[in-house]
């Protein structure tokens, strides 16, 4: 899993994140009040995952693991 | 090859034609609205098919020539001979790749490219600097009037962070809006974009506002990716050659760059800015998001755009936006404010894509056009409308057995009443199978219009290669034949029309010196004559000199030269359909091969017709050709000949002789005998066809059908001459389609099948 719920409901994206992981993060996004996301360990970010975050607009906890999406987006 | 790409195929190749037509007329007759409102919505009609077969290159090349249009049509641009050129290149580009889509289903590997270069060309022509019309409200930033809207979004918003950093000589900007499925074709557009070499900026943003999360597709792709770069636009190509069609690049020129920052461009593009700033928020406000920052957002919203404008000195408007914050914190809802500042972004002097408002608008009109003009033809495979023939032809056979009958009930003569009615009967289902015969035929008879439709194109690009001035003038368009004639009409008629061009029209000085009018007049006329249908080719050129054409023909060897000196002036001219014949000094790139003539004739004579030729030096040339109206019923001579039935073509029978022995001579092996002063050989059929000779062959008086093939006049020995019919031939099927010797087959009224002889293969 490159995407998952920490205990204290902060939610991981972790090394490569490919376009399977779009539903499991919207799945978790939908289920959380006040979502905080976490993708400082995240290696590669796909674009559907990116969209994910991007339509919903979940605290960001640090920069982007991606070089890339942390440079650009 | 599924239905829909079949229907794809068709409907290209109309509307390409179509297109072609109002270009051409466009050209010639001015700009008529309603012509490039035509040739307008035949691009965009191209343009989406190609979309629903899924060819992204042919879409990309043909929505540049649809914008060139739009163009054209909104008077931002004239309908100059380059526009037409390159439209009608685009077309000639679609229209190869629609028959490589035909044979392959797929465009070939490098059409993405040639899509790309076209797009290039069509709107280098769109964006090339005209004086008037494209300076749009904004002073002092003119150039960047051609850039397209995304890309001046882009560089309003990107381009103050990075116009400090050392720009690149030419800068791109990308615009890359993948499809919305593509997740599932396995792209992930951000790998892409990490391709771009020399990135300045990237802005991912959405194309339809987010939906609630609770509604969101994680699998539809909803984003524009653009990027603002310092590689050259065939790199970034290459990069995206897959998706030619998602993705537009832009080289931006320096002038269009926001050259020093936003403080001191405050004369220049204070409402560009002001817009962008404005439409910005006007974006944040319609992000859906959590209650509790509600009253925070729109604060924040509105005193941005209200700020903005005041810097634009639009006092007036920013006190408007701040009434509409106080009417949306009342009403809790954004509403009030995103419309108010909508309202702002529609106003003329602070918007700036007056210029492309007009193309939008027209990019529409096709779309809600309601009452669609409905084709009041039916469109039927070819094959279909043949079995029906066949089958008509059939019925007409079946008919002829019954008159058969008919005849033997008289001769019985048992019940004179019975053969009466039997009779009776027999005509009216006569009458009733040849109407429905004729009927059956008219469905294939199309107008000539069909094959003549592609001539004024290629006129006019050969007139232009030959610097002349020619006007085609088209007559009796309307005129029909049979289908498998003006198919086959074409290439006779390129022919015709490339000599005519190189050869036979002067030069615009030339015809000045001999006293006629610059422009040359070229007429196609087709007319029907009783059961002929007429074809002729006239131009006004400087004629064919009979002189000229005996001494090629000497040079050439084509004819031996005492039979050369016996033709007349107007029988000499006939050489020149002969094979290898040119007068031309040289071989050029439109004709001089000498080949052209030669195919005239011959498809003329396949089609069961002749040419002709009537030419008077300095006055002009006349080539005719001479066809029959339909071919599907041919008419023929029914003989026997070594105890078998054959069937010979009317066309070729001159006459029919009997000759007793004494007449004939035997000129070594070959026996000949001399009709009205000429030689003609005699040939056995029978020994032809590798049959027994009849016993009685060299006792008696013999029976000859005199036939001409290829003006060679031969005497056709036979046993016996029976009716002539007029049958439906059939060519020669399966296992027998290779025989050699016939040219097909028909069946008799007795049932009997009958073998109809293609002389020019039988004759030694």
Known sequence: MTVRRGENGTIFLEGDCTVEEAEPLLQMLQDAPHPMLDWTTCSRLHTAVLQVVLAARPALIGPCGDPWVARWV | ?????????????????????????????????????????????????????????????????????????????????????????????????????????????????????????????????????????????????????????????????????????????????????????????????RQIPGVLAVRIEERASWPPLADLDPFACNLRLLAICGADGATISNIFRLVPDQVRIVEIPSDAWPRVPAVEAADGDVSALVRAVIAEQRRVLQIASAPEDFVGRVGAAARTAANALRHGERTDLAAGVERAQTTALAQGSTAPLVSALAAILERPDVAIDSVDAPAVGLAAAPADESERRVSRSLRVDEAKIDALINLAGELIVRKNGFAHLARRAEDVGTDTDFARALRREHDAVE?????????????????????????PRLVRDMALRLDKKVELVMRGEATESDKTIVDRLFEPLLHLVRNALDHGIESSEQRRAAGKPETAVFTMRATRTGDRFVLEVIDDGRGIDPATVRRRARERDLMAPDELAALSDEQVLDVIFSAGFSTAAEVSDISGRGVGMDVVRATAAQLGGHVSVSSQVGVGTTVRLDLPLNIALSRIMVVEAGQQVFGIALDAVMETVRLTPDRISQIKSNAGFVLRNRIVPICSLAEAMNLPASPTAGLETRLLVVTEVDGRIVALEVDAIRERLEVVLKPMQGLLSNARGYSGTTLLGDGEVLLVLNLREVLP
């Open chain 2, 1 to 193: 090859m599924n239905a829909l790409h079949e229907q794809f195929v068709i409907e290209a190749r109309e509307l390409i034609e179509q297109a072609t037509d109002d270009l051409i007329a466009m050209e010639r007759d001015g700009c008529a609205p309603e012509r490039i409102d035509r040739a307008f919505r035949a691009f965009h009609t191209l343009k989406g098919s190609a979309g629903v077969v899924a060819l992204p290159a042919m879409t990309l090349a043909l929505h540049a020539a649809e914008d060139l249009l739009a163009a054209i049509h909104a008077g931002r641009l004239p309908a100059s001979a380059a526009a037409v050129d390159q439209a009608l290149a685009c077309l000639d580009k679609v229209s190869a790749w629609v028959d490589d889509f035909e044979a392959s289903a797929s465009l070939p590997s490098n059409a993405g490219d040639d899509a790309r270069l076209i797009a290039e060309r069509l709107r280098a022509l769109l964006s090339a600097p005209t004086s008037e019309g494209t300076a749009p409200a904004v002073g002092g930033a003119a150039p960047a009037g051609a850039l397209p809207e995304w890309a001046q979004a882009l560089i309003r918003a990107e381009g103050v962070t990075i116009a400090r950093e050392k720009l690149p000589h030419r800068p791109c900007a990308v615009c890359y809006e993948p499809q919305a499925g593509c997740f599932f074709d396995g792209d992930d557009p951000i790998q892409l974009m």
């Open chain 2, 431 to 455: 009458r009733l199978a040849g109407e429905l015969h004729a009927a059956i035929l008219q469905l294939r008879m199309v107008p000539v219009g069909q094959v003549f439709r592609s001539f």
